[in-house]
């Protein structure tokens, strides 16, 4: 009787004070990439030239398709005297075996099925290339090597998708067309080969549109006050930082979010930092604001609340500082007053 009466006891405590839970949820939006180098707007000028023997040369229409294959954004193309120049240089095609590859291919008939062999040409080759990309401020550059073989150019297949049911008549499908079939590779290992660099060229020079994410607590618990707003107050403050891109829209994400920071506030305002496991949720909403205000650049409120917590001896407060820190000293090198612009301005 004494232990059932403790238990309904304790269960009566424990309904009596509200759990203090809260809810980390991830809030993600668009803004500009910060590159490496900082160049003066009138200087983005770029230009690109193919340094190869004429059977490379000749895989291409014109120089304009190597230029329009890629435009770094805010940069305009200056044949002549370009800021940032990306070569790509390439040897001949040099051919390392030519052979027909056996495929078997199971076949219906009046007979049942039986198996029949096929024969695709196929190549073997190398295309030694390189490309470098380079400005007054620095150089970038690659080559199609081997990592197990220095100084080694990557081996390359092509297996043509023609068959033959037997090999003498593959093989003589690729001497006849084999012009065709390496003009082709060209194209295709160049493009492929250029296109794995242009990551490397946006680090440096190209304020390329990234996402970066957020983290923001509420109270979730059912017996707390505000867990009717909870949901829906969730979904909406993800929804209305989605509508911030790289472009803009800092001042309406401000203006649609203020009533969101209101109800943080006041779930802050609701707790007792002297119970401990609402101190715990009060740090908690403390980073949530913080976090916010980071995302939306008001960077002197977020660091004041960064600070609450790191009185309340909640570390996370450094993190936050570091990052409001680091984000400043970009804005700073590179001149802006946002990382949500368009490349125009």
């Not at 193309?77 to 051919?95: K, N």
């Not at 296109?195 to 440096?204: G, Q, T, V, W």
């Not at 400043?328 to 007053?337: E, P, S, T």
Request: hydrophobic share 35%.
């Amino acid at each position: 009787m004494k232990f059932k009466f403790l238990i309904l006891f304790l269960f009566s405590v424990l309904t009596a004070y509200p759990q203090y839970s809260t809810d980390k949820f991830g809030v993600s939006f668009a803004l500009r990439y910060m590159p490496r180098y900082y160049v003066e707007p009138q200087n983005r000028t770029f230009g690109v030239m193919l340094d190869a023997p004429r059977q490379v040369k000749r895989a291409f229409e014109s120089l304009e398709e190597l230029e329009r294959f890629f435009i770094p954004e805010g940069w305009s193309l200056d044949r002549e005297q370009p800021y940032l120049q990306t070569v790509i240089a390439a040897d001949y095609l040099v051919i390392d075996k030519i052979y027909e590859i056996e495929e078997v291919e199971i076949v219906k008939g009046p007979e049942g099925e039986k198996e029949i062999k096929f024969y695709r040409p196929a190549m073997d080759y190398h295309l030694p290339m390189t490309i470098t990309t380079s400005s007054p401020q620095g150089r970038i550059i690659t080559e199609n090597l081997t990592k197990e073989y220095p100084r080694v150019p990557i081996m390359y297949t092509v297996v043509s998708p023609e068959k033959f049911r037997n090999p003498a008549r593959a093989h003589d499908f690729f001497v006849d067309n084999k012009e065709i079939i390496i003009e082709n590779e060209i194209r295709v290992r160049i493009f492929e080969f250029y296109d794995s660099f242009l990551p490397e060229i946006r680090r440096a020079y190209v304020y390329s549109p990234i996402y970066e994410t957020i983290h923001v607590w509420l109270l979730d618990n059912k017996k707390n006050s505000f867990y009717p707003k909870y949901k829906s107050a969730k979904a909406e403050i993800k929804n209305i930082f989605s509508r911030l891109n790289q472009n803009g829209g800092i001042e309406a994400t401000i203006r649609d979010v203020k009533p969101y920071i209101e109800l943080i506030t006041d779930e802050i305002n609701s707790l007792d930092e002297k119970d401990k496991k609402q101190k715990s949720a009060k740090t908690d909403l403390l980073c949530a604001l913080a976090e916010i205000y980071y995302g939306l650049e008001i960077f002197d409120v977020s660091a004041g609340y960064a600070e609450q917590t790191l009185r309340l001896g909640d570390s996370r407060g450094n993190k936050i500082l570091k990052k409001i820190s680091d984000y400043k000293a970009d804005l700073a090198k590179h001149h802006l007053q946002s990382k949500h612009f368009t490349t125009e301005e």
